[in-house]
């Protein structure tokens, strides 16, 4: 069963803070990986993608792979309010089906 | 990125009756699928929509219950039917253009009484 973990929280952490999110694989096959941010009600959206070892940067967010430890992870600095969201991590094979974590809750508190 | 567009974007239906719902890509893509997200829970994948062939589906679902089509490599529709308040949940539509990431449509949140 090719599984993707994440805790489901909720984390909570003050505004400015640096939020870190956490993610396990279990198909060592993964290539790609994703982070996509879920507001209630709405559907997910693409935050950032990795597919090789170390860190990737975009603004305020910052994934890291790392594939020997099948572990993905996803920094947000200066976090806001409005980064309060379910986070969603998954992982794709092949370019196949994308497997989805069960998502972690964040709040931001002001 | 590819836009998807996806309809109803809210439906409510009697049990027993059938709904299905559109999904239309603005670009080709290589790969479509269908997901269900039950209320605070995750996405689970339903089948994968194959284009000139029948869907691939997961564990746990059927074609009778939820047939997929799809013509072309824009277009896929996902039906649910003879339906029961269980099948309530959001359907999502996804495409993906290979090894790169999956984009959403908007959603549809069914309802059944």
């Known amino acids: 069963q090719k599984e993707v973990e994440q805790n489901s929280g909720p984390l909570s952490v003050p505004e400015g803070a640096i939020a870190s999110l956490n993610c396990t694989y279990s198909?060592?096959?993964?290539?790609?990986f994703f982070w996509y941010r879920q507001y209630s009600g709405k559907s997910p959206e693409l935050i950032m993608f990795?597919?090789?070892?170390g860190d990737k940067e975009d603004g305020r967010f910052t994934a890291q792979l790392n594939k020997a430890s099948q572990y993905v992870s996803l920094l947000i600095r200066d976090s806001q309010p409005s980064d309060s969201a379910t986070y969603l991590c998954?992982?794709?094979?092949?370019?196949?089906?994308?497997?989805f974590g069960a998502g972690t809750r964040l709040f931001v508190k002001a | 990125s590819a836009v998807i567009s996806q309809k109803p974007s809210r439906d409510i239906c009697q049990r027993g009756t059938s709904l299905t719902i559109q999904c239309q890509v603005d670009?080709?893509?290589?790969?479509m699928f269908w997901y269900r997200q039950q209320p605070g829970q995750s996405l689970t994948l339903i089948a994968t929509?194959?284009?000139?062939?029948?869907?691939?589906?997961e564990s746990g679902f059927v074609i009778d219950k939820f047939p997929i089509s799809r013509p072309n490599l824009t277009f896929s529709t996902l039906t649910v039917s003879n339906m029961s308040p269980e099948d309530s949940s959001i359907y999502l539509c996804?495409?993906?253009?290979?090894?790169?990431?999956?984009?959403f449509g908007q959603g549809t949140r069914l309802t059944v009484v």
């Open positions: 996804s495409a993906s253009g290979g090894n790169t990431e999956a984009f």
């Open positions: 198909d060592r096959g993964s290539q790609s």
């Open positions: 929509a194959n284009q000139g062939s029948e869907a691939t589906y």
């Open positions: 670009s080709q893509v290589t790969m």
């Open positions: 998954a992982g794709s094979t092949g370019g196949f089906k994308t497997i």
């Open positions: 990795i597919y090789s070892n």
